[in-house]
């Protein structure tokens, strides 16, 4: 028998009613330690984090399970106050980084899939460091429960630009790491996100973001996952994409295109295209011509993200002005709906593409 303790952060609430009905104890008390969990956001397993449950449970749940809270190595604030980064350590030694974001009346968490990435697109901090592992649905988890957490504590309070005492309200997996790469972990920590009795980030609240899995993106629309697809597409030819993002070499760009008008067909739902805009590389009027025909027909909306730094790519972002005139052309040629993506967090390196870990 293997002694390692089950990470509560690993289970769904139905997981846990089950191991409490195995122990021989009631399922209230499951339900009550679910709600400390995931209301209560209890940090440890301590006496007075499990005061709801009678004594006799307590030992049992120490001996069973472990509680996998990530503390912070490093928390660093945006000039601006809006951005909050985390360098959260793991279990093994490893670390990755979570980004808190303000917009007025939300907050959203961006939370990592994997400690670094194995798709190496040029352009991305992580894809940079390479790939070390996947995260546990646990993992994921606790990423979201460390923002819900924090935005509770009187210093967060303090410190918020916006209206303090926010809820975590939207996630989206665009931290380190390709989700579809690690797809049943996503989609567990999606589920036990997602519960209405925890922190209730449903349907319409959780975005996923690829790099272009396509095995992961038909197995998606197969299961009707509720969560919001994102594709990074960035260009739209397979050559230019393939410089870009060397995944496009195994799942090449018309294989993506038919895998998504799958996915759009079976779902129902709209897809968001994101595409990094690289001053003089994908930022053309042809270019902004290209992507309205390659999505002509689909249920699509674009998300423009100027570029922004990393030490192992030297290309420039797009001016604001070419940014405006690209997504004109999307607009008034193809009425096709775009937004450039507000940039956050750039000067603590806590942007798209930004993350890896800090020596
Ligand atoms: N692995 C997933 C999700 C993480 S990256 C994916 O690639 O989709 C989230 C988004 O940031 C992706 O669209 C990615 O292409 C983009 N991105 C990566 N590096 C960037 C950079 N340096 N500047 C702007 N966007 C970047
Ligand atoms: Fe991985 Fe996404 Fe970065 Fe590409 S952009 S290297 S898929 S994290």
């Excluded at 191991?19 to 104890?25: D, L, N």
């Excluded at 980064?85 to 670390?95: H, Q, V």
């Excluded at 095995?215 to 410089?243: C, F, K, N, W």
């Excluded at 690209?326 to 798209?352: H, M, N, Y």
Aim: charged content about 20%; aromatic content about 6%.
């Amino acid at each position: 028998m293997s002694a390692v303790p089950t990470n509560l952060y690993d289970l769904t609430r139905a997981q846990l009613l089950a191991r409490f009905e195995a122990w021989g104890f009631s399922p209230v008390h499951a339900a009550t330690l679910w709600n400390q969990l995931y209301l209560g956001l209890i940090d440890s397993l301590s006496d007075e984090a499990l005061a709801d449950l009678p004594a006799k449970v307590r030992p049992k749940l120490r001996a069973e399970m472990s509680l996998g809270v990530l503390p912070t190595a490093l928390a660093t604030d945006s000039s601006d106050g809006f951005t909050r980064k985390y360098l959260l350590a793991l279990a093994d030694g490893e670390r990755i980084e979570t980004v808190l974001m303000r917009f007025t009346g939300r907050v959203t968490a961006c939370v990592s899939s994997q400690v670094g990435c194995a798709m190496g697109c040029v352009f991305c901090a992580t894809g940079q460091m390479g790939y070390t592992r996947h995260l546990t649905p646990g993992e994921i988890v606790a990423q979201a429960v460390h923002v819900a957490r924090a935005l509770r504590s009187p210093a967060d309070a303090a410190r918020s630009p916006t209206a303090p005492g926010e809820r975590l309200r939207n996630l989206v997996l665009m931290g380190m790491g390709e989700p579809l790469h690690n797809y049943d972990a996503v989609m567990h920590a999606a589920d036990i996100l997602r519960d209405p009795n925890g922190l209730a980030l449903g349907a319409e609240r959780i975005t996923l973001s690829t790099v272009g899995v396509v095995p992961g993106i038909l197995r998606l629309a197969q299961e009707s996952r509720p969560v919001h697809l994102a594709v990074s597409l960035h260009a739209a030819t397979q050559a230019e994409r393939a410089a870009l993002v060397p995944a496009a070499k195994k799942w090449p760009l018309d294989e993506l295109m038919a895998a998504c008008r799958t996915y759009s067909e079976t779902t129902g739902r709209r897809i968001f295209y994101e595409w990094t805009l690289i001053a003089g590389k994908n930022d053309t009027a042809d270019h902004a011509r290209a992507v309205g025909n390659l999505l002509r027909g689909l249920p699509a909306q674009v998300n423009l993200i100027p570029l922004n730094p990393t030490t192992g790519y030297d290309g420039a972002p797009t001016r604001t002005d070419a940014a405006k005139a690209f997504q004109k052309i999307l607009g008034d040629e193809f009425g096709l709906p775009s937004t450039v993506r507000q940039r956050r967090g750039i000067d603590i390196a806590a942007g798209c593409g930004q993350l890896a870990i800090g020596a």
